[in-house]
């Protein structure tokens, strides 16, 4: 028998797969295979000899395809996915073959025709925490790519992979809105806003700090010669020892804003430096000591300041931007601060804080658009969890007239039509937010609560991912992927959100126990890990702490449906229906989760129920 040699050598990895191959298969064995074959022969295996690829493996809805070149590689997963969306463009939702891919440059070891190694497992993880149609791949790949290609790219931050044993920063590449081409030269300036450092003694005031530094990115993304790293990319080195230069490479900016704040009483002092990031050197630095009231000032001081030290040209229509304010008093802009602060915490009490606090906001400046907006949201929060309360459209509405260009505003109107069941008016208003700010949070989540009511469940995911990206603390946008994945019969990528979504939960409890939302998404994931025992001890100690979550019961519910416990489910949500509000009802029906219920006498019976207490 012929030896088989072995040889070691450096590889671009492209690991693909479909996704909820296993519900298609489900639904026509026949149809599916045959479709994913004609994919194969009329689309991907021509683009992979095209770019010099080799397929080394097929796993028989996916395959390993084998590059010498990372840019190759990559250029062929965007035309795959890019092809793969109009071939799929007549097909309806439920019978489309939709493509994950993830890229690795690595180590591999090849043994006659086969290839494995460490380059092949960590392509095959990022492929599984891939979006549906999309592309994650890792740093070192990225950083191989450069700017060769023609596209945009968002930082994931580093990644707990199944069975890798270091964690892997993963990028996702964007195919809808490819990188304009380059009119500054190759030098262009490119900013990283580290958080600044609350100073002021009292941990209260950290929202303070956060706000003041997001609002200095978003007065330097609104100069188009800057580039400036997003929030959420700059806010992952928080309340850690950095080192700028090495912060520089990683983000690979030229230069890097560092900085802290002190508030007391009615003063604020302000540092600031700007540090060049290959040397390390201090290009400027200054310390403001001044009156609340001078804060606005003082932002656009900073903002010019940087633009004149790195000899930039300020347009006039960006200064005029930079200076507009919707408020210019102080203590609506605190207010509205705090308030902000509180809305990534994500519990029903926080949500009444909110509406509370941007109530008082409202009070001191009724033109001030962002605080109706934030309330808007928090009112629709309130309306999924069974709360009676009232001018949540209202808000939105008076958000949007009072600025029609702040996407926050448009994502409130949506989510609030989402509520009354409004769908395609809903979607054209969360459009229009997602255009002004590409990476709004509140737009994202609208979006996707949006889809699953339409049952546009690939869509629902793209969107759920893209909202947990951009705001890496939050646990309900992978919560609710979990069941979105299931519902595609995609296992790996309900288990890929659950692990992340519980990361994330475990987060904030260790901060706040009592967190019923929290709680609830924690047994949720749990359930869909198959920790059955840890989801029951969970579910225990939810109940005893926050018996009367309305939320919490819900998710709970969903997660015992899962588990085939469907009496169980049905004690935890039949209370529920006798305070339920018309969007919770309407949200029961159309829940993937609650399908395996809708045929159970007794679930017909308390809907019949509610139907008839809402009604009279």
Known sequence: MEERRTQRRLAAILAADVAGFSRLMGLDEAGALGALNAHRQALIDGLIDTHQGRIFKLTGDGMLVEFSSVVNALACAVEIQRGMKLRNSGVGEDRRIVLRIGLHLGDIIVEGDDIFGDGVNVAARIEAIAPPGGICLSAVAREQVGNRLDLTYEDRGEQSLKNIDRPIRVYDVSLDTPRPAPTEPKDRRTVAVLPFANMSGDPEQEYFSDGITEDIITNLSKISALGVMARNTSFQFKGRAVDVPQIARQLKVSHVLEGSVRKAGGRVRITAQLIDGATGEHLWAERYDRDLSDIFALQDEISETIVAVLKLKLLPEEKAIIEGRSTTNPETYKLYLMARHFSVMGSLRHREIIVRICRRAVERDPEFAPSWALMSIAQSVRLVAGEAV??????????????????DAHAARGRALVGEGRYDEASEAIGRALQLDPDSYEAHAAAGRCAIAQQRIGDALIHLERAATVQPTDFWAL??????????????GAISAAQRALDRVVSVILVEPDHGIALGFGVSALAALGRTEQANEWIERALLMDPDNSNMRFNIACAMVFEGQYDRALDLLEPLFQSLQPEGLRWI??????????????FKTIVALAEAQLAG
């Open 390 to 407: 009232d001018g949540t459209m209202e808000a939105a509405d008076r958000a949007v007239a009072l600025d029609p260009n702040l996407a």
């Open 589 to 602: 029906k159309i829940d993937p989760d609650l399908e395996p219920l809708h045929d159970h006498p007794r």
């Open 479 to 492: 919560g609710m992927a979990i069941s979105g994945y299931r519902h595609l019969g995609d296992t790996s």
